[in-house]
């Protein structure tokens, strides 16, 4: 490019700006709708593809192999038989019975997982609590949360009382996985729900380096035809897809909201008044190719597009990873009564995003375009008549 | 030199709004002086000088401009032919509103990519010489008539054309200020410009800028040097 065509895409840029300028009112609520249309849109993008990233990253940890056992359709409790047969498959590493369950505390009118941990079965009487369980407990609405040596009497499964203190609480940044859970030593757990010292709730199974969770879950399956085997990447895909279901529910959602303000954009973007054609027509008639039109509708409607396209994203990054996703948080999060508050790792995909540069910006611009063009073409002693 | 050879100008051909508007006019415009088309409304003046700058082609007929047939030459050549040998001044002055008088001026010559000082110094030359340097920074929406006019003015003459093309151009000007632009126009076809203007206002036909006036009246030359 010689120096005179740069100049001439300097000139026109400026006049593209200088025009935009003239119609501020028109160019500013076009970027406002424009923009909460990207911010919407870029905070589904991100909250969903954070949230996948996290339960990805979340799971990295979790069993590679669970075994349920299954009556009636339904999971049932596991013998500690079961682990015995199982380690004996070739290529298993290992095979720990776990117990946990689902607990109503009728207090807090919600929901718990309590799980029985190893690490304190000497510490009877003792527990560790998510924030959620804290921040419930606060029956006297004192805004008071929960802390150390507070006690929570649970009902057992007979009727008893059986009260556990607080002797920790889990950090803030594992709330998306801990906010319901409760951790007890495995005599408790086993009193509050009655179950037998030689069964579990089920049993993770760790594949040996190198060898195929499938076929030790085939394997488990073929000796103990009444379980089931749940893998890793199983859940991996489930939560993907929740997440995915979850992100398409709110943009179907916000597609009935966003619809008239794309429309009005559009009919704003697409239409050219009187005085807009009476500049296409002076610009011809006073030398300007027709290129030249539509280079400067063309830098006016990316100039638009783009401003709108950062601006949108970068209020979504603020909105998803800084405010911790105020709007969409109940939707995206699930059902729970204990909605976890927590600030998702900051994780944006750069395909996304781009698709939604391509979906947004590049039709846009040449939606604005269009009209231009059809000015530009007419006779230029179409200004003579005016 | 501009020859016009048998034009026809006809509007909606074939549909029952069709309308005649330049009917075999035959017309040669000499280089160097000033040439007056004269007639009321409706007689073709403004379509015949569309024409003749290169923003309408006609239905039929040749054109030629300084030794070359531009009849048959694609829009965009002519709009090459446009930019850099006419200059056009509207009735209407047809300036954009929202800039300065200045970069009005400067805007035809955008598309040439020139440096901006040499354009601007340019521009600023042309509104010094048309008097009006002190507004080159308001606002075309701010200035009179005349100040406006001036303008289109230096618009017009801002790529140096040969040929310097005005449609009605006193029709919204006081007796004083047509005599001024008349003055102007004096002085640029001393200056070597071919200056065509269409206008029936007798300051303009009357003046002494004037070599030729070419009379019009239904889409055809009825002055006796012109044959319909």
Redesign the interface.
């Known amino acids: 490019m010689n120096l005179s065509a740069i100049g001439k895409q300097r000139y026109i840029l400026d006049l593209a700006l200088s025009s935009m300028a003239r119609r501020k009112g028109k160019n500013i609520a076009l970027v406002m709708v424009y923009t909460f249309t990207l911010f919407m849109l870029a905070s589904v993008v991100f909250s969903v593809d954070s949230l996948k990233q996290e339960a990805a990253l979340t799971l990295q940890d979790t069993p590679e192999i669970t075994v349920q056992r299954q009556v009636a359709g339904r999971q049932d409790l596991i013998p500690l038989t079961y682990a015995e047969s199982i380690s004996r498959i070739k290529g298993v590493q290992s095979v720990e019975p776990r117990l946990w369950g689902y607990y109503y505390d009728a207090f807090s009118g919600a929901n718990y997982t309590l799980m029985a941990n190893t690490s304190l079965s000497d510490r009877t009487g003792d527990m560790v609590i998510g924030a959620g369980v804290a921040r419930r407990n606060d029956i006297g609405k004192t805004n008071r949360k929960l802390g150390k040596n507070d006690i929570i009497p649970f009902i057992t499964a007979d009727g008893a009382v059986l009260p556990l203190t607080v002797k920790g609480l889990f950090p803030p940044a594992s709330e998306l996985v801990t906010a319901d859970l409760v951790l007890m030593p495995e005599t408790d757990f086993r009193k509050i729900f009655t179950i037998h010292k030689d069964q579990a709730t089920d049993l993770v199974v760790k594949a040996g380096n190198g060898k195929d969770p499938v076929m030790i879950a085939g394997e488990i399956s073929r000796i103990h035809p009444d379980t089931r085997s749940i893998l890793r990447q199983d859940i991996l895909q489930t939560y993907q897809a929740v997440f995915d279901w979850r992100g398409g529910m709110i943009v179907m959602l916000l597609a009935g909201i966003l619809f008239p303000f794309v429309i009005l954009a559009w009919d704003k973007a697409t239409g050219l008044n009187a005085e807009e054609k009476r500049e296409i027509g002076i610009l011809k008639a006073v030398g300007w190719e027709t290129s030249d039109i539509l280079l400067m509708k063309f830098w006016e409607g990316a100039a638009i597009s783009l401003a709108a396209f950062f601006m949108g994203v970068l209020l979504a990054y603020g909105h998803i990873f800084l405010a911790s996703s105020i709007l969409f948080e109940s939707v995206l999060q699930g059902w729970s009564v204990l909605y976890p508050h927590f600030r998702l790792t900051p994780y944006v995909n750069g395909y996304q995003v781009a698709a939604l540069f391509f979906l947004t910006v590049i039709p846009y611009t040449v939606v604005t375009v269009v009209p231009s063009w059809r000015s530009a073409t007419i006779d230029p002693d179409s200004v003579m008549r005016i | 030199m501009i020859r016009l050879d048998n034009i026809r100008k006809v509007f909606n051909p074939g549909k029952p709004n069709e309308f005649v508007a330049i009917d075999g006019v035959n017309l040669t415009i000499d280089a160097h002086g000033a040439t007056a088309l004269k007639g009321p409304s409706g007689s073709g003046k403004?379509?015949l000088?569309?024409i003749l700058?290169c923003?309408?082609?006609p239905t039929s007929g040749g054109i030629t401009v300084q030794d070359r047939e531009i009849s048959s030459l694609s829009?965009?050549s002519l709009?090459?032919i446009?930019?850099?040998t006419f200059g056009?001044i509207?009735?209407?002055f047809?300036?954009?509103?929202?800039?300065t008088s200045l970069?009005n001026v400067m805007?035809?010559a955008?598309?040439?990519?020139?440096?901006?000082s040499t354009l601007q110094k340019r521009a600023m030359d042309l509104l010094d010489l048309l008097n009006l340097a002190g507004k080159a920074y308001s606002k075309v929406e701010w200035l009179s008539g005349g100040e406006a006019q001036r303008t289109a003015i230096a618009?017009a003459l801002i790529?140096n054309p040969a040929i310097i093309i005005a449609?009605e151009p006193t029709a919204h000007l006081d007796t004083r200020l047509s005599l001024e632009f008349m003055e102007i126009m004096r002085q640029l076809k001393k200056d070597g410009k071919t200056i065509i203007i269409a206008s029936h206002d007798p300051i303009v036909s009357e003046s002494g800028a004037i070599d030729r006036v070419v009379e019009m009246r239904d889409g055809r030359i009825v002055e006796p040097g012109g044959v319909a």
């Open positions: 403004t379509t000088l569309s700058a923003m309408a082609q829009g965009q709009t090459g446009r930019r850099k056009v509207f009735q209407q047809h300036l954009i509103k929202g800039i970069e805007i035809p955008y598309p040439l990519g020139e440096k901006f618009r790529n449609d």
